[in-house]
């Protein structure tokens, strides 16, 4: 009989869960659309060219939120014979210039506007527009990091984990990307009005460049940690050790299984994972006992894990109990 199934793994995403994304994803890009909105009328109104480029700030985080989109629609087409295991690492790539996008046009872009007004000293604007355009784009990327909060909270919670690890285990890296420029987004915004009432108080505009600084340094870490996970699930990243060893033991527990001495998986997309292993056999079974055993072995790793899309096993020649554990990736 199979063995009975588990909570789901974060290095899995059924189509709920998909659906959840696609969701955190528009509703950030629609509070990102108002933010740019608000920000580009302050900017006509008050004469601030702080404020118009924080408006192209604004869209460009728009433009993110198009690309994770497109990640989460072109990652979920079917196998063909082309991509005989699907498209799912496409997702990765459009998450992956959806992270490049942030560092050049938020990180790259607020440094060096912070840089040029120092230099200049040139006056922000409107305080009083400037205070009420950073109130309305608090609101907007409030929502927006509510809706992603409670996603990763209500999934960190039914796996039992932290969401300090789902974030680092989970394979969806639109609602990860989503997280992580939300936060930065209400901390950049602190920042701002920070850096303005400074300004404001001392008549130095040397604050308001410290704080489009620090907001693009805050960016650039977002950036560097968003493309890291996306480029070590572009090479191919295994899934979590937890679940690597769970496999080794549902495939040892196979009955006319001696060991299992080598266990490889990878990540094919958000939730899509292949399993290959070489197992040993015992010597007296009959080719027909091992196909047997083999499919029972599928059907089995899919009850427990139903992101598990592929599995392919090699017979081969090993020693009795010595099985592959420890394996995958330990964060």
Known sequence: MPAPAEPADPSESPDDEGNESVGTVVVAGLANLAIAAAKLVAGMLSGSAAMLSEAAHSLADTVTEVFLFVALRRGTKQPDEEHPFGYGKESFVWAFIAALFTFVGGAGFSIYHGVTTIISGEHSGDFLVSYIVLGVSFLAEGTSFLKAQRQVTGESKRWGITRRRFLRLTSDTTVKAVYFEDSAA????????AGIAL???????????????AIGLLLLVVATVLARANVSLLVGRAVPRRMHNQI????????????????????????????????????????????????????????????????????????????????????
């Open 248 to 331: 080794a033991d549902d495939l040892a527990g196979i009955p006319v299984v001696t060991a299992v001495p080598t266990l490889l998986t990878m990540q094919l997309g958000p939730g899509a994972i292949l399993v290959a292993a070489k197992v040993d056999f015992n010597d007296d079974v009959s080719g027909a006992e091992i196909e047997a055993a083999s499919d029972e072995a599928e059907r089995r790793l899919r009850a427990r894990y139903p992101g598990i899309q592929y599995v392919f096993l090699d017979p081969t020649r090993g020693r009795a109990g010595r099985n592959h554990r420890d394996g995958g990736v330990d964060i």
């Open 186 to 193: 209400l901390i950049g915004l602190i920042l701002a009005a």
């Open 199 to 213: 300004s404001q108080i001392t008549g130095a505009e040397l604050w308001d460049g410290l704080a489009s600084i």
